[in-house]
């Protein structure tokens, strides 16, 4: 059974329609990017799934047991942080923990060990006693995942987790990411930084104008939608790249070429042995080849497939 | 399950107000405005007046005037922000997500700003004291008094809970909090000032052969706070109003007493649980119904 589940989840915004028929299921332990360009209902879709907003038909199933109907025990079993969120300035660190540590229930005996090994988790433990108006951007979002985890939460719900951070910081927040992953965490994440989502993620649902247009790993989905690895090279002349064109036109083991700027595309869904023999026997009939790799589909070149569609 | 008697937001608004300069400020401001009113009016009272217990009423009746009107105006200040500023400062959300209600999170709010003005009132224990020594007055007729300021401290609350509920805006929710507690205070008077004048009746008089009282007033917190001193502090607390309720039976008075603060409470109770409903992202009749149409349930 999923950790948590979408079933035709909708919601419109008077006549808007910000969701329809929304499906996806994330499994326990997971990294799960949702992924879809601005107004796609990534944003309307968390705050339904985080019990801040209800749907106008379809659920929400965390655990098997419906969001709408138990929110209560629904947010016993979510952490979420959202895209934008304020923070107590006049507080400091430790009574920020504190404080939301109090409103989830956490027993006063453990509270203090809680809040140091959270802090220690998203390296805050030096600004234990600093104030939360003192802190950086990128260290009120680590406080922020820190206080997601504070009632030790099965999911995470994370929109834009690294919105407006640094290279550094989202380095941080990614190293942060995998250790609650390694901790047995589902996490549920969105961002616009594909790259580094693809690295942390194990699946992907990509939406667009409130509709699911694909969901699973990205092998999966640039296998469904007939998108498949290539083999690129980069040649030293013009002379080498219609030479290396009409070899590869008639190879049995490569499909359809593509030519981007200097690079020569060549569908190809071989082994490596293949790709080592194509490249071999080009090198054999002259051709002066300046480099050559094989390569899948990246989120992002995935992404403006599916949702160009 | 343990039950739990805390709340955290009362416990961290606490010890952000108390560890702040403002407040000590604050309260040295207050007792100072409360000390100029007591001597000024002392002074201008006492000429000509030698009787002590008088004196003491004055004294009294001072202090309790001003307090009323102090809680009036700040009352709805505290608690107008008290959800919109969660939601301007984009704290809200975080809020809703934790394992406190709807219902703890506004008794927080409402706690907080209520422990604020309950300090405000205790600060002048001690000038009650003179009133004390000078006698006419009981310590239980200021418990009363003391009471009833409270009541009116929860009402005002609520009414700026509830707008802050209802507005985005801090500032908007203020407006309407102070325009419901005007109309309160102003509005009833002048309705009642019309209904008197329409009916060329007797009113609190002893003529009248009974309280009769415009309806509108029996809704006027002023009128309830200048019943339960004029009643039942003694008959002849000064007030400006005090003398309409001198010369009726005191169960008329009671009576007075008593739907004035029922209303209150009712008018405060409906506000509170209008704003527990609100805060409730999951109690909104559209979201309800598709969660029970999911779910297989009938409609209740």
């Given amino acids: 059974m999923p950790l948590l589940e979408t079933v035709r989840l909708t919601k419109y915004y008077g006549s808007f329609p910000a969701l329809v028929d929304l499906n996806i299921s994330v499994e326990e332990g997971e990294i799960y990017g949702f992924v879809g360009p601005n107004g796609a209902g990534k944003t309307t879709s968390m705050k339904i799934m985080a019990t801040l907003m209800g749907a106008s038909s379809g659920d929400v199933l965390i655990d098997g047991e419906s969001v709408l109907q138990k929110p209560a025990r629904a947010r016993r079993l979510i952490g979420y942080m959202p895209d934008f969120f304020g923070v107590y300035d006049n507080l400091k660190v430790s009574e920020y923990l504190d404080f939301y540590a109090d409103a989830c229930n956490v027993p006063k005996a453990g509270r203090r060990t809680l809040a140091d090994e959270l802090l220690t988790l998203v390296n805050l433990s030096d600004k234990r006693e600093c104030y939360v108006d003192t802190l950086s951007r990128?260290?009120?979002?680590?406080?922020?995942?820190?206080?997601?985890?504070?009632?030790?939460?099965?999911?995470?719900?994370?929109?834009?987790?690294?919105?407006?951070?640094?290279?550094?910081?989202?380095?941080?927040?990614?190293?942060?990411?995998?250790?609650?992953?390694?901790?047995?965490?589902?996490?549920?994440?969105?961002?616009?930084?594909?790259?580094?989502?693809s690295e942390i993620c194990d699946r992907f649902a990509i939406i667009s104008r409130g509709q699911l247009m694909a969901a699973g790993s990205i092998e999966e989905i640039s296998g469904a939608l007939g998108i498949n690895p290539r083999l690129c090279f980069r040649f030293l002349s013009e002379t080498d790249f219609e030479n290396a064109t009409a070899i590869l036109r008639t190879h049995p083991e490569t499909g359809p070429l593509t030519r981007d700027g200097d690079i020569l595309e060549a569908v190809f869904d071989g082994t490596d042995q293949s790709a080592a023999a194509i490249i071999r026997h080009l090198s054999a009939a002259g051709v002066n080849i300046v480099s050559a790799y094989k390569t899948a589909k990246s989120l992002e070149q995935v992404f403006l497939e599916v949702v160009s569609k | 399950m343990k039950l739990r008697l805390t709340n955290p937001i009362v416990t961290s608004e606490m010890k952000v107000l108390m560890r702040t300069w403002r407040t000590p400020i604050t309260l040295l401001v207050y007792l100072a405005t409360m000390l100029f009113f007591l001597m000024s009016f002392s002074s201008l009272m006492s000429i000509g007046s030698g009787r002590s217990s008088e004196m003491g009423l004055l004294i009294y009746s001072t202090l309790a005037n001003v307090q009323f009107f102090v809680i009036l105006l700040i009352g709805p200040s505290l608690t107008a922000?008290?959800?919109?500023?969660?939601?301007?400062?984009?704290?809200?959300?975080?809020?809703?997500?934790?394992?406190?209600?709807?219902?703890?999170?506004?008794?927080?709010?409402?706690?907080?700003?209520?422990?604020?003005?309950?300090?405000?009132?205790?600060?002048?224990?001690?000038?009650?004291?003179?009133?004390?020594?000078?006698?006419?007055?009981?310590?239980?007729?200021?418990?009363?008094?003391?009471?009833?300021?409270?009541?009116?401290?929860?009402?005002?609350?609520?009414?700026?809970?509830f707008f802050s509920t209802v507005f985005k805006k801090t500032a908007t929710s203020s407006v309407m909090s102070y325009v419901v507690i005007f109309g309160l205070g102003v509005g009833t008077l002048i309705l009642g000032a019309l209904e008197m004048s329409a009916t060329r009746g007797y009113y609190f008089s002893p003529r009248a052969g009974a309280l009769r009282a415009p309806i509108a007033f029996y809704f006027n917190p002023y009128f309830g706070f200048t019943a339960v001193n004029g009643l039942l502090v003694g008959g002849n607390a000064r007030s400006i109003i005090a003398g309409i309720f001198s010369g009726v039976r005191p169960w008329e008075g009671i009576l007075f007493i008593l739907i004035n603060v029922a209303f209150m409470l009712v008018v405060s109770v409906f506000m509170l649980f209008i704003a527990v409903r609100r805060l409730d992202p999951m109690r909104a009749k559209g979201r309800r119904r598709a969660g029970r149409a999911n779910s297989g349930g009938e409609p209740r």
């Fill in chain 2, 81 to 161: 922000g008290a959800i919109s500023s969660e939601r301007e400062k984009q704290t809200l959300d975080l809020l809703i997500c934790t394992q406190m209600s709807p219902l703890k999170i506004v008794t927080g709010k409402l706690i907080s700003s209520m422990s604020w003005m309950l300090l405000l009132v205790i600060s002048t224990t001690p000038f009650y004291s003179i009133a004390f020594l000078y006698g006419g007055v009981s310590p239980f007729a200021v418990a009363l008094s003391m009471l009833y300021l409270m009541l009116c401290a929860f009402a005002t609350g609520a009414i700026g809970l």
């Fill in chain 1, 138 to 197: 990128g260290m009120k979002q680590r406080l922020c995942l820190a206080r997601s985890l504070i009632h030790d939460p099965r999911l995470l719900i994370l929109d834009e987790p690294a919105s407006g951070m640094d290279p550094q910081a989202r380095a941080e927040m990614k190293s942060i990411l995998k250790a609650l992953k390694g901790q047995g965490k589902t996490i549920l994440i969105s961002s616009h930084i594909l790259a580094e989502l």
